[in-house]
């Protein structure tokens, strides 16, 4: 049985799919849901880091600009759970910084995931040739089922 569902989304419309079907396999199984988007890392430019220093700038402006992108796909994100039918389903907003296919593992197991939602390709680089890189990666270290929607 599915009791808890984890969708990851990078804001390409293969993800927001996959958003849609994650909503309605939650409304089918009644089991909340955690929206999940990784915000690659960066390394800010010198200049950059040091004007962040020296005005004693507390979040990196490139976290503060990626936390509002991030935030954006995930308001996106769950307006497509809700067009799946997860209107009345509890929904859990999650941004991380790093690795994806690392965090999207990691946060199956936190919140002790039943199935991943994903879509096979988003807006990273070329993994490979029908598989994206962080789908190919979820697929081989999941500890549970992961669907992957294209």
């Not at 020296?54 to 979040?59: D, I, N, Q």
């Not at 598989?131 to 089922?145: D, F, N, Q, R, W």
Request: hydrophobic share 45%; aromatic share 4%.
């Amino acid at each position: 049985m599915i009791e808890k569902i984890l969708i990851a989304v990078d804001g390409s419309e293969i993800s927001f799919k996959a958003a849609q079907l994650g909503g309605e396999m939650a409304a089918a199984h009644g089991a909340p849901i955690t929206l999940l988007h990784v915000v690659p890392s960066t390394t800010l430019p010198k200049g950059l880091a040091e004007w962040a220093q020296s005005e004693h700038v507390s979040e990196p402006p490139s976290w503060l600009y990626a936390q509002g992108v991030a935030d954006g796909i995930l308001t996106s994100a769950g307006d497509r759970v809700r067009k799946g039918g997860g209107n009345a389903l509890e929904v859990v907003q999650l941004v991380e910084f790093g690795d994806a296919p690392r965090h999207i593992v990691d946060a199956a197991v936190d919140i002790g995931a039943d199935l991943i939602v994903l879509g096979t390709r988003g807006l990273g680089e070329i993994g490979s040739l029908l598989l994206g890189s962080t789908a190919h990666k979820v697929i081989h270290e999941a500890p549970c089922p992961v669907l992957t929607v294209r």
